[in-house]
């Protein structure tokens, strides 16, 4: 796994829009720590946290809400309560983040990879019967870019064999299906607090949400150490909490996010306007009746080598999400799994720039550079679009 975990690390992205960063933060943020810095008891400061939870869950419209330390550690909670360990399997996708694969393999499962629609990026369910086995514990869908999964079809085929569905919404964040939140659709969603996320804190978080009363009650006790029990006994986790040094970011984040989320749609929309024309370019969709949050945009291209070194050239900020992550879907393939429509979205994907640092002259730029890159007629791109 550290081999693998090897190839997924690269040079990190030249261009984010941290969260914490959009303007009127500071002065909620400060408040907030200003409050923290002046509460006097662990008490205190557990209610501060039980509060964002709360605040957390009733944006979500979820009914339980449990902090913890990392979006991680939040998965790895959520499958070990739900059953996952030796001998079992998760199926999922390889078109994620690593850790995702990580906290499959340190709980000694097994990963079973369905491919991905190459037109979304995201989890194809039409391959989910295939890779169910005896085995299997939970269906991990991934809400990759800030969009949805295909939430119904997916619990359709888990009701239909019984199985627990565990959404991995760290990057959904801000995206719906139908009007209802990422993370809310299965058992238990789990989500990431990293700062490069849409609510997102420079000390990390994560947090575990669902509506089920008993599963929420097995999960606030898997999170924390029993300390009466503890004095006799070991314990069977590992303590995992939101600090409460986060908070005062996530709140400003949260606050701010249905604003931040219609910023990029926006900025989005130019991109699909732009690029039209432009040969073997196309950005990627999301699944009907989904509504994004555009957590990045998604450039796929047959010409991405020379659009990479074309934007380096000029200074842009285009990057690979996961540089080498092509590397490891392939050594997945060579394990067993099919995966083609991943591990072509691995090798011809680039991550457009998003944020309020990114203006209609910057896209327009990077357009024209794509399509010189591209080899095809520079043609007036910028035509209409003002500053």
């Not at 690269?10 to 509460?39: C, K």
């Not at 037109?119 to 869908?141: C, E, F, K, N």
């Not at 080498?324 to 072509?344: I, N, W």
Request: net charge positive.
């Amino acid at each position: 796994m550290r081999a693998l975990t090897q190839l997924m690390f690269g040079r990190p992205p030249a261009f984010h829009d941290f969260p914490q960063r959009h303007e009127g933060a500071s002065a909620a943020i400060g408040a907030g720590f200003r409050h923290v810095l002046g509460l006097r008891s662990l008490n205190q400061l557990q209610t501060y946290v039980t509060d964002f939870e709360q605040s957390f869950a009733r944006h979500l419209g979820v009914a339980h809400a449990i902090g913890q330390a990392s979006g991680t550690s939040a998965l790895h909670l959520a499958l070990r309560q739900a059953g996952v360990g030796p001998g079992t399997e998760v199926v999922t996708v390889a078109n994620t983040w690593v850790t995702t694969l990580t906290v499959i393999h340190e709980l000694g499962a097994k990963c079973c990879f369905v491919d991905i629609d190459p037109a979304t990026g995201l989890m194809d369910a039409s391959g989910l019967q295939q890779a169910i086995t005896p085995r299997t514990a939970v269906i991990l869908p991934v809400h990759m870019y800030g969009s949805m999964a295909p939430m119904r079809e997916i619990l359709r085929i888990a009701r239909d064999h019984g199985l627990r569905v565990v959404e991995d919404a760290c990057q959904g964040i801000g995206a719906s299906l139908e009007g209802r939140a990422a993370g809310t659709w299965g058992d238990v969603g789990c989500f990431s607090f990293h700062a490069t996320k849409l609510v997102g804190a420079p000390c990390d978080g994560g947090m575990v949400v669902t509506d089920r009363a008993d599963v929420a009650q097995a999960l606030r006790h898997d999170a924390v150490v029993d300390w009466a029990l503890a004095l006799v006994t070991p314990q069977p986790c590992v303590p995992s909490r939101l600090s409460p040094l986060a908070v005062p970011f996530l709140a400003a984040n949260l606050s701010a996010l249905t604003r931040n989320v219609s910023l990029r749609r926006d900025q989005v929309s130019v991109y699909q306007h732009l690029l039209q024309g432009v040969p073997g370019a196309r950005l990627l969709i999301s699944p009907e009746g989904v509504s994004p949050a555009h957590r990045n945009c998604i450039l796929v291209s047959p010409h991405k080598a020379a659009i990479l070194a074309a934007c380096r050239a000029d200074g842009l900020p285009v990057e690979e999400i996961y540089p080498g992550s092509h590397m490891l879907v392939e050594r997945m393939q060579a394990d067993g799994a099919v995966l083609p429509c991943t591990v072509a979205l691995a090798r011809d994907h680039l991550a457009l720039p998003l944020g309020r640092q990114v203006g209609k002259r910057l896209q327009a730029r990077l357009v024209n550079v794509i399509q010189r890159a591209s080899r095809v007629p520079q043609v007036a791109v910028s035509a209409g679009v003002q500053a």
